[in-house]
């Protein structure tokens, strides 16, 4: 049985830093992964996206269309983006966190309304506030990890020692309170 | 031992494991983490970056022919810039094994263009690997130097973007430690004077005949037997993306080794399946072949010609549509382009320059690229690296020739594409006489790669300190004898520049110096630019008229409200460029106090 995640965002959210926690700790786990991100131009403030996929033995490292059994978007529009990638009975996840392209920061065009309305009709959606629950904790770079906190619970892999994955991966004057973000990404799904 | 690798540390282990000993490369997307890669062993490999491909791949050749077992890697039109040497290079053969990676780009991720390099192993008449996945790729370096000393020939180890930054589990093993060989001088090896090259020439044709008995019983070709109605044949990641499709149902010729491609193993396929898929991107490379020898199969007659031959893109292909997908309103999805960081040195430039009439804007590779874009739209074309200086020249030979004179060119380039091939274009404009107009856009370092050090930066790959390149002296040397240096964030210095350089009626180079706002610091940059990125600006919203002036810069940490009609600024993004503040006309945007 393989398994799918795609991690999607705005070049500089910290997708990739999620994305190498998960997999190391899949990897562990003694799953078989594989893992695929575009690197290079799309990095300058444009979407980027980390596919993560797991099982016994995988073969293909990217997601096809509608494949994804949970779409983790840390940035609302992006959710839209890359919806049609997800499998139409799996789960997004995402950050209310609206960050304008450049046509919309310059008044171009509207950051288009009513997109996790959209999505939440159609699929089974978890709204994270991760913004908020990241400046409580003190640091707004953390709504990383605690959007995987939440993507381990909805996947059903929190049996595997993520605190000793994050210890191991983090600068460490960053654990402790990526740490509390991770937990408190798990403790927002049932 | 095994590791999460992408593909490019896969081959950078794969290079430590097979006793490479010397490795050169430019950086190019999706290329560039394999030396940045093949650096961290230090203690071992000596890494140098090159100026350009072909630079790296006759270093290479160098380390080759002095014994050590030696690596070029590049993207995939980097090749195009070092085929002249390893055409040659193809005829003399190795004394320590070599590898040359191409890393291509089906889909153009980050690249011009979307060429198959396969077809320079066919045409350099070289041997070739294909990985599919992180363990082939660590393994198959050392399958490709144990080819390359065996068979006397460097080899072409072919990667695609998917292979590059895909990650997978990888088996590590030790070190092999191999000497480097003894060097002794051989003329009737390696001087390819006409009458010993045609002497080699005779030497490759055997080379290749041994080469394909090889193909057909290496196991890097090996087949999968499963129901025989169809059959797969499919080479690096897209084999994986097959198997992802068809998983057991079909039966697989797995090609690792592809040139010269196995044809007793294509015919053994051939006759057992009823039917033929070949799985490959790009070019109909296979499937040539698989029809020489008398097959009818579906090709590029089924899949597309160009693009990633992904799973999703397979299986439209074969059933007609994808697997399920949600409905909904994709137009609501607002597109999100790449752009100039927030604190971009090119930003102040390109938003003077675009204000220019009657100019032709020849433009390379690079951040800067994004010149063309808007707000700035300040850029005609781009071709190759190195091609702004040498193309503009070409065009303004040509509105002169129209007694077209006021209509001017303005060639922009960075740092690193001038060292790369932008000096000879250079050379071209003063000895030709030229009035073109070259910008040297200096930030440092190269930007787009995700900064590597380069010749004008003074640090080497693996960190030690050395001579800067000093690009005015060697713009003086070239002969241009009008150059002005600046800082490209002081908007009226900028204008003032290019006022300057468009009165002038011959050759003339603006070179403007400022370090990317990603850049790390070195202790010189510390010293010059003292109070880079440092401060912080806001919009007084009682003076801001909603003009939209600062918005035009395209910055990505200002944004406008619609309603108030004011422009804000992000503090969590400025970093005081000031290029906002100086374009502002009611002076609504100053520093903030700290």
Not at chain 1, 79 to 98: D, I, M, Q, S, T
Not at chain 2, 273 to 291: A, C, F, G, L, R
């Amino acid at each position: 049985m393989i398994k799918n995640i795609l991690l999607v965002g705005v070049g500089g959210q910290g997708t990739i830093l999620a994305s190498k926690l998960l997999t190391t700790g899949l990897m562990e786990a003694g799953y078989d992964v594989k893992m695929s991100e575009i690197h290079g131009m799309s990095q300058r403030g444009g979407s980027v996206s980390s596919q993560v996929r797991y099982g016994d033995k995988v073969e293909s490292p990217v997601i096809e269309l509608g494949g994804a059994d949970i779409l983790v978007s840390f940035e609302t529009m992006e959710a839209l983006r890359w919806l049609e990638y997800l499998n139409p009975k799996g789960k997004v996840v995402v950050n209310n966190y609206e960050m304008g392209s450049i046509s919309i920061l310059s008044g171009k065009v509207d950051y288009p309304e009513g997109i996790i309305d959209d999505i939440s009709q159609k699929v089974d959606t978890l709204v994270v506030d991760a913004a908020k629950y990241a400046e409580e904790l003190g640091n707004s770079k953390v709504m990383n990890v605690i959007l995987l906190g939440a993507t381990i619970k909805s996947m059903g892999l929190e049996n595997i020692d993520w605190e000793k994955i994050i210890r191991e991966n983090v600068k460490e004057r960053f654990i402790d309170i990526n740490i509390e973000a991770f937990k408190k990404g798990m403790s927002l799904v049932g | 031992m095994k590791k999460l690798l992408t593909g490019n540390e896969a081959i950078a282990r794969g290079a430590y494991e097979a006793g490479i000993r010397y490795a050169s490369a430019y950086p190019g997307t999706p290329s560039t983490e394999i030396l940045e890669n093949v650096a961290t062993y230090k203690d071992n490999i000596l890494a140098e970056w090159a100026p350009n491909e072909k630079v790296a791949l006759e270093s290479a050749i160098g380390a080759s022919i002095a014994g050590a077992r030696s690596l070029a890697s590049m993207k995939h039109v980097g090749v195009n810039v070092a085929a002249d040497a390893l055409f040659t290079f193809a005829y003399t053969g190795v004394n320590g094994g070599m590898v040359l990676i191409t890393a291509d780009e089906p889909g153009q991720h980050s690249s011009q263009n979307e060429q198959d390099n396969r077809n320079y192993a066919k045409f350099a008449k070289i041997p070739m690997l294909e990985p599919s996945d992180s363990q082939e790729s660590k393994d198959m370096v050392k399958t490709a130097i144990e080819i390359s000393e065996e068979y006397d020939t460097p080899v072409l180890f072919r990667m695609t973007t998917r292979a590059c930054h895909s990650k997978g589990i990888v088996e590590c093993n030790d070190r092999q430690d191999v000497e480097i060989k003894d060097y002794e001088k051989n003329i009737n090896k390696y001087m390819t004077v006409p009458a010993i090259a045609r002497k080699l020439r005779v030497k490759v044709e055997k080379r290749m005949e041994k080469l394909l008995n090889f193909s057909n019983t290496t196991e890097l070709n090996y087949f999968e037997w499963n129901d025989t109605k169809i059959g797969v044949i499919a080479s690096g990641t897209a084999f994986r993306f097959a198997k992802e499709v068809f998983g057991d149902s079909v039966s697989y010729l797995k090609l690792g080794f592809t040139n010269p491609l196995p044809t007793e193993k294509i015919k053994e396929f051939g006759n057992k399946v009823d039917k033929i898929y070949i799985i490959e991107e790009n070019d109909p490379y296979i499937e040539e072949q698989v029809k020489i020898l008398g097959f009818d199969c579906y090709g590029k007659n089924l899949f597309p010609a160009y693009g990633e031959m992904t799973p999703d893109v397979i299986r439209k292909a074969v059933y007609g549509e994808t697997k399920e997908t949600l409905e909904y309103d994709k137009e609501k999805v607002v597109g999100r382009p790449p752009t100039l960081c927030a604190g971009c040195p090119h930003r102040g430039f390109f938003h003077q320059l675009g204000k220019r009439k009657n100019v032709m804007i020849a433009g390379d590779i690079g951040c800067y690229t994004l010149g063309f874009a808007d707000p700035y739209n300040a850029m005609d074309f781009n071709i190759c690296m190195g091609a702004s200086i040498s193309a503009g020249h070409g065009a303004q030979q040509v509105f002169n020739m129209k007694k077209t004179p006021d209509k001017r060119v303005v060639s922009v380039m960075g740092d690193s594409t001038f060292f790369h091939t932008g000096i000879n274009s250079l050379i071209d404009v003063t000895y030709n006489k030229s009035n073109t107009v070259t910008v040297i856009l200096d930030n440092r370092i190269t930007g787009m790669t995700g900064h590597q050090e380069n010749p004008g930066t003074g640090y080497t790959l693996q960190g030690m300190e050395t001579p800067e390149l000093d690009i005015e002296a060697f713009v003086k040397a070239a002969g241009i004898k009008n150059i002005v240096k600046i800082d490209p964030n002081d908007i009226t210095a900028v204008k003032n520049a290019l006022d300057w350089a468009l009165s002038l009626d011959e050759a003339s180079v603006i070179i403007t110096r400022w370090p990317c706002v990603l850049k790390k610091f070195s202790k010189q940059d510390k010293e010059e630019f003292e109070d880079a990125f440092q401060s912080k600006y806001e919009v007084d919203d009682d003076t801001c008229i909603g003009c939209r002036a600062c918005v035009r810069t395209g910055c990505p940490a200002i944004s406008f409200d619609k309603k108030a009609k004011k422009s804000t600024i992000d503090l969590n993004q400025c970093v005081g460029c000031s290029v906002c503040s100086q374009v502002c006309p009611v002076k609504a945007i100053g520093k903030v106090e700290a």
